[in-house]
DNA sequence: CTAAAATGTCAAGTTAACATGACATTTACT
DNA sequence: AGTAAATGTCATGTTAACTTGACATTTTAG
């Protein structure tokens, strides 16, 4: 998802990695969010939001975002049912 | 993660399948987020605040929350190289 | 009380978010 | 140009956040 990360992270003088230390994630974890190759956990997106001293809605730019993994792709032909079919 | 799903749900008078259809989860996704069984995912997490027209962390409270999952358990004797090893 | 609706919970399977390690490419400095 | 730091990226493995389906328990309404 769109998001922040750089324009912040370089604003504040970190590197990738300095980042993921303060927030305590791996390197490649925090360039990959950042390269939106995938979507934070919850922790991890409110470990960098305090970091950049933000709500999480303002790195994580959701409105302008596609959303790729779930509520989308399955749950479309099966419908109809919706209950647990008892 | 402790959270004011319950409350805000019954509040809107929503069931918790009726709020899983409106965010395109499972019931029971919902029912586990709700009683703190596991982590919602951000979009998960950004859906559910979007019915209630609130922000995420007015929803998740993570300050009041104990963090099971990463950023603490491992990571922490193999420390001091930090650097890729090459 | 009784039936239906709502909720709780378990099993099994899928998928993606991580971790770690390794190597390649780019950026920045002297 | 040379070198070190920063970044990009790939492979492999683990784990937890989901899904569907099924059934048990609790709550609500007539």
């Known amino acids: 998802m769109k998001n922040r990360i750089k324009e ?3 604003q504040k003088g970190l590197t990738q990695e300095q980042l993921g230390t303060l927030i305590g994630a791996s390197r ?5 969010i950042e390269a939106e190759k995938f979507e934070p956990s919850i922790w991890i997106a409110y470990d ?5 001293d933000c709500a999480i809605e303002e790195i994580f730019l959701f409105e302008e975002s596609i959303r790729k993994s779930r509520a989308e792709c399955s749950r ?3 419908n109809g049912h919706s209950r647990d079919s008892r």
Chains 1, 2 share one sequence.
């Open 28 to 32: 490649q974890a925090v360039n990959a």
């Open 8 to 10: 912040l992270r370089e």
């Open 76 to 78: 479309r032909e099966h």
């Open 48 to 52: 960098i939001a305090k970091v950049f």
